[in-house]
């Protein structure tokens, strides 16, 4: 079973995108925060914005260029390992990627350069431009591939043709494809997922210099403003994650089940706050509301929902994984909830930036909404097994017939030393800048407020 090519080229594909994926959904996140900080520096003049915006300038370009490394091989990895399926697919997401490139990857890059750049060479205004220019850039970069993985859950906009006795998937309707049934509802889900990234990536490091004591100013008012993206991103995700269950209800009823682990569409569907899946015994041991997921459905809690009984075994997906992962997605979702207006609340207080312990939460924090999505699209491919493309392609039929499972696992081995390297160094190179800081002494282009200087200065004396 371990050295099955199927299983091997999916654990392959797991691993290089939940690698990559981490620094997309950072740069989208930190664009917006971007945004918000160099308009509040454009409108108050406040030398402390100028400064934040800078060094987080600086964080975003590090991502970025990681971002872009990690994510080359899981382009080959189509050619490679899922040949049958790119043949599948290939009218679909060569459309898809190539809007991609040029409204998204091409806009951002070509503006990335005055971002990084551009200070002292371009107006304020201009610069601030090319700011939003990358912010919409990495959002219009998750626009094409959610669409593009959204038409694998739900196909729209298409017809079977056959070349030569092989199938393949064909548009007859861009528009029908790209606002495929799921499209917009997964795509507001990501994109709020990626604000919660970056805004706890803000709140991290910020929190992280008051408990220090260091660079004091600014990193309250960063404070602030992560604060600010966090309450309204993690509010917002509780009406698109619902409205993206309600697109899952309608089109993948088998993954439906499997989330909440409910096997018998006779019963009433309980919605269970978590378990564990006993998948031989056909049952789901945990604390549950009865009737809560037919209510969450249809607004009813005796409405019936299918359970995977209405499926043959070999329609079904593994339900252990997808019920647990997206339970843990949820449960993070709420504590971010609660985090953040744990901190709105402390900080109407004035006790926020004093409360050691409450910091050393946000610190940590930047940990949870990656996991959370993480989990979240494991769930939603795991839950769509065992198709590829839902109802039209298996995924066990999308697999390179020539790719050889030894060659796959030592690939895996290969991909995974890398990455790990890849990842130490961002670790290492994020560390220099966090210990730097964002007072940035004699750099061309920053003009310095002499208060902010002197206020960092006390920090890092009272800190020692």
Known sequence: MILDPVILSRLQFALTISFHYIFPVFSIGLGLVLAIMEGLYLKTGDEKYHQM????????ALIFGIGV????????QFGTNWSNYSRFVGDVFGSALAAEGLFAFFLESGFLAILLFGWDKVSKKMHFLSTVMVALGAHFSAVWIVVANSWQQTPAGFHIVSHNGVARAEITDFWAMVFNPSSMERLSHVILGAWLAGAFLVLSINAFYLIRNKHVEIAKAGMKIGLSVAVAASLLQLFTGHESALVVARHQPAKLAAMEGHFTSAEAANL???GWVDEKGNKTVGPAIPGGLGFLVSGDFQQKIKGLDSFPKTERPPVQITFQTFHLMVAIGMALIGLSFLG???QWRGTLYTCKPVLWLF???VLLPQIANQVGWAAAEVGRQPWIVYGLLRTSHGISPMVHAGQILASIIMFSTVYLLLFILFLFLL?????????FNGLSGVHHDPRLTVQSREGDINAL
Request: charged fraction near 10%; avoid cysteine; charge should be positive.
């Open 53 to 60: 915006t800078h060094f987080w300038v600086s964080i975003f």
């Open 344 to 346: 709105v609340w402390m």
């Open 69 to 76: 490394a990690s994510g080359i091989v899981m382009e080959f």
């Open 431 to 439: 560390n220099r800048k966090i210990q730097k800081g964002p007072v």
């Open 363 to 365: 610190v940590a924090s």
């Open 272 to 274: 269970h706050l978590f």
